[in-house]
């Protein structure tokens, strides 16, 4: 254990008798990294020192200037008692500020006097009140939303969450309000599909599930379920997202300059923070549509200090179906279903429980003979303490598990006695994590972010067993284990009105762990499976092998005037997880393994500049960014790679990297009956592999040139609103022989360059619209219907291209263009709340 440097401990004790609060010391973070055996004693020696330093130098800094006093407290919705992410409290006029965070806590510390303050933020009244600061002070917060229309509302004051005040480059926010007013695919409201509007973000087709990010693979996106990653986020097939959205409240996506908090992933996190539930009244809400029902009920367990909320779907296509179905196709299953749920519980005022959980399966099978499933299931319990008026701690602790099983039949028979030929197959992946996170407000100008993050991995590759006249074959790839933990410190610093500064460094430590074998191959020609050359066995928390990356993180804000600003940031991430998948888009069955002897982690650099605007009354506001990224040890696959149920399956992956860079375009409007956003990227993402394509850059197979978005709703009255979304983005790449051999009249593609990803598909677009009327609220009912159009001019998008020999004659071929959706697609939903 390191000692604490003795300039350090001056300081502490100056501050302590100065304001008589306790200060934290990066000593209590250290104390806690004991509890991690494979965190080495330099790690936690070098963190802490850094950490040290950094507080001394600010406590100087404090103990300098005059007299100050704190305000703090929770700022919450006063209808339904929700915590209130990002409302805006200052002082008028004197760039003296904060922000409340995800949690609805706020710390602003002022000298000492008389002061008015004002919380503000859209689509709530303003409360002002002034405060006579003689001592440090607790207030609590309720913003009532504004009766009015949103362009009715005005707002005084700088809201400091607007892109042109906060510190990051390349994040984008977006509320249920605004994604619920989007035209939506059979009526219904889905999280994906609004960040897929969003300048940067991509998907390879109709139908794909996950998302690209700024030209990086879908496996290089952290998604966050109040903090418990989520491994695959899309029901169906890539059509609707795993997030209820009645049970949604906020969305946080970031795409570069990454606080040091977060890491494990190389180009993008999504924060998904769920509702608390409503703490002063039971409301339930839901819906009705083509595809599926839900419904979520809400309430107090004790009025003002405790609530819960518990949200369902499920989707019924095969109970539709089944009228229609005969013969073979009679018992097919096609569903899914989801329930999440939250629990909040106020212990007292500095103490605050949150206990979150979700589960979701996707069924699809025909009969007995052949059936698939997946799923996700997610726990969090967080615990927010507030040890004085400018510490705050929220502990984590999350366990999250995705997991599919695929089974075949092939008796038809009735006969019980007859002996079954089948196969099964199964896999998982399981993370057990805690994440203490501290957060102390020094003062006005300076916040301290820092903890710790540590997770076990579990690994199931795969089991497969098939059977046959009674006797049975298993292959059963051993479990890999892991523990990747980490420290980070990340201090906010304003200089001034126009300058502002954030900076911080993650240490990263990932640990490759038996029980297990480990596998080791021979150097051969590049683009060839590697020969196997032997094996080695580990016990049980053996280390195989160990990686330790410094991760440093800076942004630049500068402010021109109040209304305009440029920024600029550099982001160093490492990432240990990976997505085996020689597919464009991830399916349910992909494997996840981690870093290994074979395998190196993932090390990203991305730099971003962009200018900001924010209009005066927040009427509007507009960027535009520019980004380069790179990024090393990649995976890619040898020709003709065997990617399942294969032990030796990192002798057929070659290591790779890509770069990535473009021009992203937003400007966004909030107020008004007339609202929506317009984004526009363009961008270039490449790889280069040694072993492919001769070694030359060859484009990504999720690249796209052009991708424009344009969001827009017309409110014409309180009652009747419409909607339109449009996309058009350049086809992505893809890869064709250019010439054939034949055999016996029958044709084998071949391709003469070897070259990958050689032709691009057509470009992407497709038009849609929705409108909604709202019936008038009767008592306590509130009711709307939304009637939608998917792909109104029936635009038949090409997924892929595939060849094949005209059945009439053996002697031509025809390509065969796939679209998913190749029609108009109507849908009504019935949304209902009382």
Known sequence: MTSTPAYFTAQTDLKKRQEGNSVPTCLTVTTLLTSFPYMTLPAMKTFSNLCALLLSLLLTQTAMAQQRYTLRGYVKDKQNGESLIGISIGVPGTGLGTVTNEYGFYSLTLPAGTHDIQFTYVGYTTFKTTIALKSNQSMDVKLEQSSSQLNEVTITGKQNDKAVNNMSTGLQKLSMAQMKKMPTFMGEVDVLRAIQTLPGVTTVGEGSSGFNVRGGATDENLILLDEAPVYNSSHMLGFFSVFNPDAVKSLNLMKGGFPAEYGGRTSSVLDIRMKDGNNQKMQVNGGIGDIFSRISVEGPIKKDESSFIIAARRSYVDILMKPFLKGDMKDTKLNFYDITGKLNFKLNKNNTLFVSGYIGRDVFGFQKQADLNWGNSTVSIRWNHVFNDRLFLNATTYYSNYDYNISFNNSTSKDANEQSEGYSWKSNIKNYGIKPAFTYYLNTNNTIHFGVNAIYYTFQPGTGIGSSGGTQLATILPDKHAVEAALYVDHEYKIGKKFGLQYGLRL???????????????????????????????????????????????????????????????????????????????????????????????????????????????????????????????????????????????????????????????????????????????????????????????????????????????????????????????????????????????????????????????????????????????????????????????????????????????????????????????????????
């Open 508 to 834: 990263s430590d990932f640990t490759y762990l038996g029980s297990g074998t480990a596998y080791y191959f021979r150097d051969t020609t590049p683009g060839i499976r590697k020969p196997f050359d032997h094996s080695k066995d580990f016990g049980k928390n053996e280390k195989i092998v160990t990686y330790k990356y410094l991760e440093p993180r800076i942004n630049v804000r500068y402010n021109l005037t109040d209304d305009q600003a440029l920024k600029a940031s550099y982001t160093r991430t490492s990432q240990f997880m990976h997505q085996i998948s020689n597919t464009a888009s991830p399916t349910p069955v992909d494997i996840w393994t981690p870093s290994s002897n074979n395998i190196k982690p993932q090390l990203a650099d991305q730099i971003s500049l962009g200018y900001f605007y924010n209009a005066r009354n927040d009427a509007f506001e507009a960027s535009a960014e520019v980004f380069y990224k790179k990024i090393e040890n990649q995976i890619d696959y040898i020709d003709n790679s065997n990617l399942y149920l294969n032990a030796l399956v990192e002798g057929d992956l070659l290591p790779s990297h890509s770069r990535a860079y473009g021009l992203e375009l937003y400007v966004k409007k909030d107020i008004g009956n007339n609202t929506g956003w317009i984004s526009y990227t363009l961008s270039r993402s490449e790889r280069q592999t040694n072993g492919i394509s001769g070694g030359d850059w060859i484009l990504n197979r999720y690249d796209r040139t052009h991708n424009l978005s344009f969001v827009g709703t017309h409110e014409f009255d309180k009652r009747h609103s419409l909607s339109v979304n449009f996309t058009y983005a350049s086809g992505t790449p893809a890869t064709y022989a250019d010439a054939r051999l034949e055999y016996q009249q029958w044709d084998i593609p071949y391709n003469t360059t070897d070259q990958r990803s050689n032709y691009r598909l057509p470009a992407y677009h497709r038009l849609d619209l929705s409108y909604t009327l709202k019936r008038p609220k009767h008592r306590r009912w509130e009711g709307e219907w939304v009637f939608s159009l998917y792909n109104v001019y029936a635009r038949r998008n090409t997924y892929s291209i595939y060849f094949q020999q005209d059945p009439d004659n053996a002697a031509h071929r025809e390509a065969v263009r796939l679209s998913i959706i190749g029609s108009i697609i109507p849908g009504i939903t019935y949304n209902f709340k009382f």
